[in-house]
């Protein structure tokens, strides 16, 4: 089947999905789009998050077909946002704190943190450690990610 997506704002187009195929699938292996990641594809880690229609949710829980005719907005698209050639104040704070190791975890972090700072200019730890239950880090201890989110919140705001 063909499937219609607006990603980052661009529409795009996907030949011969099959009926089984995720979103996340599209996403990575159809549109060149290999920012979310893949490394549960069971909805249990969240290194898969993108926005659909605005709101976050793991694109390997997502069949392709749901998503046509949809918005999607991926990790790739923050720094769009951002401007040629820079990081959004999401992925700088990331970069800068440390809270960046194997980096598996990283983009659906920063798409976790995004989704929160817009709601929520001044998180605190309690807040954030809620807002990114969902998404799983090996590596850091979460301290790092805290403290990025806490950066980027200040400087977003
Ligand atoms: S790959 Fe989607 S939640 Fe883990
Ligand atoms: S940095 Fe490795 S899983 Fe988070």
């Known amino acids: 089947m063909r499937v219609t997506i607006t990603v ?3 529409q795009r187009v996907a030949d011969d999905v099959w009926a089984g195929e ?3 699938y599209v996403l990575r292996e159809r549109l060149g789009l290999p920012g979310s990641k893949n490394a549960c594809e069971q909805g249990e880690c969240g290194s898969c998050t ?3 229609d605005g709101v976050t949710c793991c694109a390997c829980l997502v069949a392709a077909g749901q998503a046509d005719g949809r918005s999607v907005d991926t990790v790739e698209g923050l720094s769009h946002h951002a401007g040629e050639g820079e990081l959004h104040p999401v992925q700088q704070a990331f970069v800068e704190t440390g809270a960046v190791q194997c980096g598996f ?3 659906g972090l920063l798409v976790a943190t995004h989704d929160l700072l817009a709601r929520d200019p001044d998180p605190d730890d309690s807040e ?3 807002a990114l239950a969902g998404n799983l880090c090996r590596c850091t201890g979460y301290e790092k990610i805290i403290e990025a989110v806490h950066l980027a919140a ?3 705001r």
């Open 105 to 107: 975890c990283t983009p």
């Open 50 to 52: 993108v926005y659909l």
């Open 22 to 24: 995720s979103l996340l």
């Open 8 to 10: 980052n704002g661009e």
């Open 154 to 156: 200040r400087r977003m």
């Open 128 to 130: 954030i450690r809620e």
